[in-house]
């Protein structure tokens, strides 16, 4: 199957500091790319969707400014959390979803606790 | 809106009996249904999905899940599990396929094959 990629996968921060999560794709072009969020015992609930060279498309309840994705390549998409609080703290999993067979792949999740 | 529901959050079974995880759905539109395997410390896989036809699907390694639209289920089953089918299972919805459509996610089930 594809692979995908995420950096890093644990992250701990201070309170007030950004994090940068990376998500490549690694033998596919993803057109479009999802950031979902899981909370303990919850299920993965979609962030945001970006297609590549445009700006995300942000769920109801996400802040844009506070969750800044970029999607520059067919490859390579970004996440940032910027001034990360404790209530930030999850498991954060990209899905970028391959065009040519329109199937959509997930990340191995990066795990961000803000102290 | 659409929902999914995963009635059981743990299954616990042992090896080369029968099991079925549970998924309930509500949706007021068409719907396409999938179930997502996660192994420990690896990405969400798709397992199975039915997106039209028949409606019994089948995946590589043995499970199987119904689509009944009377009463809005996809369980998904397996006659005989081994011990490398202990993983978490997701079943989720979209109401598109193809195009933009996000996957809506259950909480999951987690099953646990005891030897």
């Known amino acids: 199957g594809a692979v995908v990629s995420q950096h890093p996968s644990r992250v701990i921060c201070k309170s007030g500091t950004s994090v940068k999560i990376e998500c490549r794709s690694l033998?596919?072009?993803?057109?479009?790319m999802f950031w979902y969020r899981q909370f303990p015992k919850q299920s993965l609930m979609l962030m945001a969707t970006?297609?590549?060279?445009?700006?995300?498309?942000?769920e109801q309840g996400v802040e844009k400014d506070k969750f800044l994705i970029n999607h520059a390549s067919l490859t390579l998409s970004t996440l940032t959390v910027t001034s990360a609080h404790p209530e930030d703290s999850s498991f954060y999993i990209c899905?970028?979803?391959?065009?040519?067979?329109?199937?959509?792949?997930f990340g191995p999740g990066t795990r961000l606790l803000v102290l | 809106a659409q929902s999914v529901t995963q009635l059981d959050s743990q299954v616990p079974v042992f090896e080369e009996a029968p099991v079925e995880l549970r998924c309930n759905y509500s949706?007021?539109?068409?719907?396409?249904l999938f179930w997502y395997v996660q192994y420990p410390n690896q990405g969400l896989q798709l397992l199975l999905k039915?997106?039209?036809?028949?409606?019994l699907v089948e995946s590589i390694n043995g499970f199987e899940a119904e689509f009944n639209k009377s009463q809005t289920s996809f369980h998904l089953r397996k006659p005989s599990v081994h011990i490398s089918d202990t993983a978490e299972y997701f079943c989720?919805?979209?109401?598109?396929?193809?195009?933009?459509?996000?996957?809506?996610f259950g909480k999951g089930t987690k099953l646990s094959v005891k030897p």
């Open positions: 970006s297609n590549e060279g445009s700006k995300a498309t942000y």
């Open positions: 039915y997106l039209s036809g028949s409606t």
């Open positions: 899905s970028p979803r391959d065009s040519t067979q329109e199937t959509q792949y």
């Open positions: 989720a919805v979209s109401d598109r396929w193809g195009s933009q459509g996000n996957l809506i």
């Open positions: 949706s007021s539109v068409s719907v396409y």
């Open positions: 033998d596919f072009q993803a057109t479009t």
